[in-house]
């Protein structure tokens, strides 16, 4: 161990020495802060699945700015859906795309951490962590996410990627493991890491294959977990390792619901009865001009925008008190349910407005 924390203590001190030069020839000197403004939320909607991502409940990062970044260059197989993935780096994440050397690609001065390698209890220093809290589909049987290591690191240096779900029983289920079940650090990732060799102009040495991870989640659906993605240093904060991160998405099969086909019928009721009140709906607005030019009498036109109004706040009430412009997406991209008996009400109420008013029209020209 000692022996290779002097080779280590070597390499450092000649980049610091290589640095100095650099910055004495007149580069830009690398500095903290500069990172595009960020969120939590946004870096996970940046790998969350287009269908899933009303699912999303909340996140949070705990590390340094420059740790995280939303990529959308091309690298090493990224993005594996949509035009978005996810860097979480020991480093500067930046680094990771761009080979830019005026970041800091060593320490920066993040979390450490007293035994906190998950595999071998090493002290882990620069560790980054992002938490992605959702709610369970109905039908879900799996989340899934794909992800890649790559790192200039070595052993008995190991640095890791811990990736485990928290259930709202208290349970932890360890999410990314390589195929033995090994959660992933240097030392069991070496054997199957090649040479990234400069592809898609990543500096960073060594790469892994990519993997998909999976969590079985058929006991919680409609119930809230806690999706945990972290990356560190093992016994010292200099040289680097990287995830890429993307795809997150549920498995629902109508299978895993204790109703089998009958939740496929009640979906397909409930985007029928849901299409149907649009259909009204939007032809609201126009109608009630025409019938106010028209002279149709003032109650029947306040019972008529009063149908209408209960009409639009019951159908929001119905799809969890949405506005209804994303209930319109929500009803093709998602598998939840909503109340059949109010979307029902809705429809009615509405078609009630309108035919108020078509017969009031009729009426008066006759």
Not at 118 to 140: F, S
Request: contains cysteine; proline residues 4%; glycine residues 8%.
């Amino acid at each position: 161990m000692v022996i290779f924390m002097k080779e280590k203590a070597a390499v450092a001190i000649f980049i610091c020495i290589l640095v100095g030069s650099v910055l004495g020839a007149g580069l830009v000197e690398a500095t903290y802060g500069t990172v595009a403004t960020r969120s939590a939320t946004n870096e996970a909607l940046a790998i969350i699945d287009s269908g899933f991502k009303d699912y999303l409940v909340g996140a949070t990062f705990n590390g340094v700015d420059e740790q995280i970044l939303v990529a959308t260059k091309p690298i090493l197989g990224f993005p594996i859906n949509g035009d978005s993935y996810l860097v979480l780096s020991s480093g500067d994440a930046r680094y990771v795309v761009t080979g830019d050397t005026s970041y800091d690609f060593e320490e920066v001065g993040g979390v450490a951490i007293s035994d906190g390698q998950p595999a071998t209890g090493q002290d882990v220093y620069d560790v980054a962590t992002l938490r992605i809290t959702l709610k369970v589909p109905d039908g879900a049987t799996t989340l899934m996410f794909r992800w890649r290591m790559v790192s200039d690191d070595y052993s008995p240096y190991n640095d890791f990627f811990y990736s485990y779900v928290e259930f709202p029983d208290g349970k932890k289920v360890t999410a990314a493991t390589l195929p033995n079940g090994t959660i992933p650090y240097i030392s069991v990732m070496e054997p199957v890491f090649v040479e990234v060799n400069g592809q898609d102009g990543v500096p960073l040495e060594e790469m892994g294959p990519i993997y998909t991870a999976k969590v079985d989640v058929s006991a919680y659906q409609g119930k809230t977990i806690t999706l945990v993605l972290q990356v560190g240093d093992a016994d010292d904060d200099e040289v680097d390792t990287a995830v890429l991160v993307d795809n997150l998405r549920f498995i629902v099969t109508s299978s895993a619901t204790p109703r089998g086909q009958e939740y496929l019928q009640l979906l397909t009721l409930a985007r029928l009865w849901t299409l149907r009140f649009f259909t009204f709906h939007d032809s609201f607005d126009e109608l009630y001009a025409n019938a106010t030019a028209l002279g149709v009498a003032n109650e029947t036109l306040s019972r008529a925008m009063e149908l209408h109004q209960n009409a639009t706040s019951t159908m929001q009430a119905a799809w969890g008190n949405y506005d209804l412009d994303t209930v319109r997406r929500l009803m093709w991209s998602t598998r939840f349910i909503p109340k059949i008996g109010l979307v029902i009400k809705a429809y009615r109420d509405e078609m009630k407005a309108i035919r108020l008013l078509e017969d009031a029209i009729a009426e008066i020209q006759q």
